[in-house]
Nanobody, 125 residues
Framework: VQLVESGGGLVQAGESLTLSCAVS????????IGWFRRVPGKEREGVSC????????VYGDSVKGRFTISIDKDKNTVYLQMSSLKPEDTAVYYC???????????????????WGHGTQVTVSS
């Protein structure tokens, strides 16, 4: 299984950024895809997850209304559109895969099956 993130970078507060996750080696019939993030000194936080079967999604409270997750099954890619970015969104963002999206509304990172290597997002004030 490979989850390869791209699109991270440095932006100013209020700007937007889109992360991509190229997925290979697993079936969307068996796994949902999501994002966690990690701020140094804090536990990994669930950001969002998309049910690859129904297209429904969940979001962490801190990003609701600002982030949007989507999937392009033809390209085997999941996207995380981030808008109205804040300095507190600064983190390493990890693409993840798990059979269930239920673990993405908190810090239940220890249940997640697969992880990418992460991409850094830095939001300056």
């Amino acid at each position: 299984v490979q989850l390869v993130e791209s699109g991270g970078g440095l932006v100013q507060a209020g700007e937007s950024l889109t992360l991509s996750c190229a997925v290979s080696g697993l079936s969307f019939d068996e796994y949902d895809i999501g994002w966690f993030r990690r701020v140094p000194g804090k536990e990994r936080e669930g950001v969002s997850c998309i049910n690859t079967g129904t297209g429904s999604s969940v979001y962490g409270d801190s990003v609701k209304g600002r982030f949007t997750i989507s999937i392009d099954k033809d390209k085997n890619t999941v996207y995380l559109q981030m808008s109205s970015l804040k300095p507190e969104d600064t983190a390493v963002y990890y693409c993840t895969a798990d059979p269930d999206c239920r673990y993405y509304t908190g810090s239940y990172y220890y249940f997640i099956d697969y992880w990418g290597h992460g991409t850094q997002v830095t939001v300056s004030s």
